[in-house]
């Protein structure tokens, strides 16, 4: 069975930092077989697309809201991934959570096709 656990999160006022991280572990989770994204749900919201990185660590896409602020990676020897969250803004506050699909194909996974997911760490940013 593969598990996801995140971690990292908490309070931060704006323009703070937080470092998000996601350690996948199971006997069948080797990391450089799956594609690997966050999403996040504020209350009261549905679940969103922030970010998502490929097998390899190479590629890489954003939704707009956090371009230039958010970076995604991985470190597929430790089978963590990771997203360093700076100049954090209120409408930021937020679940994070983290998955990971076993990706074949030419693009990206919709939120659908993602095997496993973690259980979130939530994220507040205050004003």
């Known amino acids: 069975q593969v598990q996801l656990v995140e971690s990292g999160g908490g309070p931060v006022q704006a323009g703070g930092s937080l470092r998000l991280s996601c350690a996948g572990s199971?006997?069948?989770?080797?990391?450089?077989?799956?594609?690997m994204g966050w999403f996040r749900q504020a209350p009261g919201k549905v679940r969103e697309f922030v970010a998502v990185?490929?097998?390899?660590?190479?590629?890489?896409s954003y939704t707009d809201s956090v371009k230039g602020r958010f970076t995604i990676s991985r470190d597929n020897a430790k089978n963590t991934m990771y997203l360093q969250m700076n100049s954090l803004k209120p409408e930021d506050t937020a679940t994070y959570y983290c998955?990971?699909?076993?990706?074949?194909?030419?693009?990206?996974?919709?939120?659908?096709?993602?095997?496993?997911w973690g259980q979130g760490t939530q994220v507040a940013v205050s004003s």
């Open positions: 998955a990971a699909a076993r990706w074949t194909r030419d693009g990206w996974p919709r939120s659908y096709e993602y095997d496993y």
């Open positions: 199971g006997p069948t989770f080797f990391a450089d077989s799956y594609t």
């Open positions: 990185i490929n097998w390899s660590g190479d590629t890489t």
